[in-house]
């Protein structure tokens, strides 16, 4: 069965940081470019930060450049986002997703596979 498991959620104060984990089971990971989105209540899901299979190439919204560092480790099957600066407006379910045919951040349908997402909190 082919799954995406992310992990590391929280509630952090505000300046704090997190690492979230995305760890795949069912398939080999780096055949994939990977994403990170979010969704916070009330609005549409956006996407965060992107890496493509071979962990060459990064992408990240407007929204964290600088804060936000996403990386992989293909032989453990995981991609990591490193979240540093937290701020109130970055709470939301951060969710991992998988494709071959996409890299990028602009379609969230090119992606094939999803995981079940992981609340992150920031708040005083």
């Known amino acids: 069965q082919l799954q995406l498991v992310e992990s590391g959620g929280g509630l952090v104060q505000p300046g704090g940081s997190l690492r979230l984990s995305c760890a795949a089971s069912?398939?080999?990971?780096?055949?994939?470019?990977i994403g990170w989105f979010r969704q916070a209540p009330g609005k549409e899901r956006e996407g965060v930060s992107c890496i493509s299979s071979t962990g060459r190439s990064t992408l990240h919204a407007d929204s964290v450049k600088g804060r936000f560092t996403i990386s992989r480790d293909n032989a453990k099957n995981t991609v990591y986002l490193q979240m540093n600066s937290l701020k109130p407006e970055d709470t939301a379910i951060y969710y991992c997703?998988?494709?071959?045919?996409?890299?990028?951040?602009?379609?969230?349908?090119?992606?094939?596979?999803w995981g079940q997402g992981t609340q992150v909190t920031v708040s005083s």
């Open positions: 997703a998988a494709t071959t045919r996409y890299y990028g951040l602009g379609s969230e349908e090119a992606y094939d596979y």
């Open positions: 069912g398939f080999t990971l780096g055949y994939y470019h």
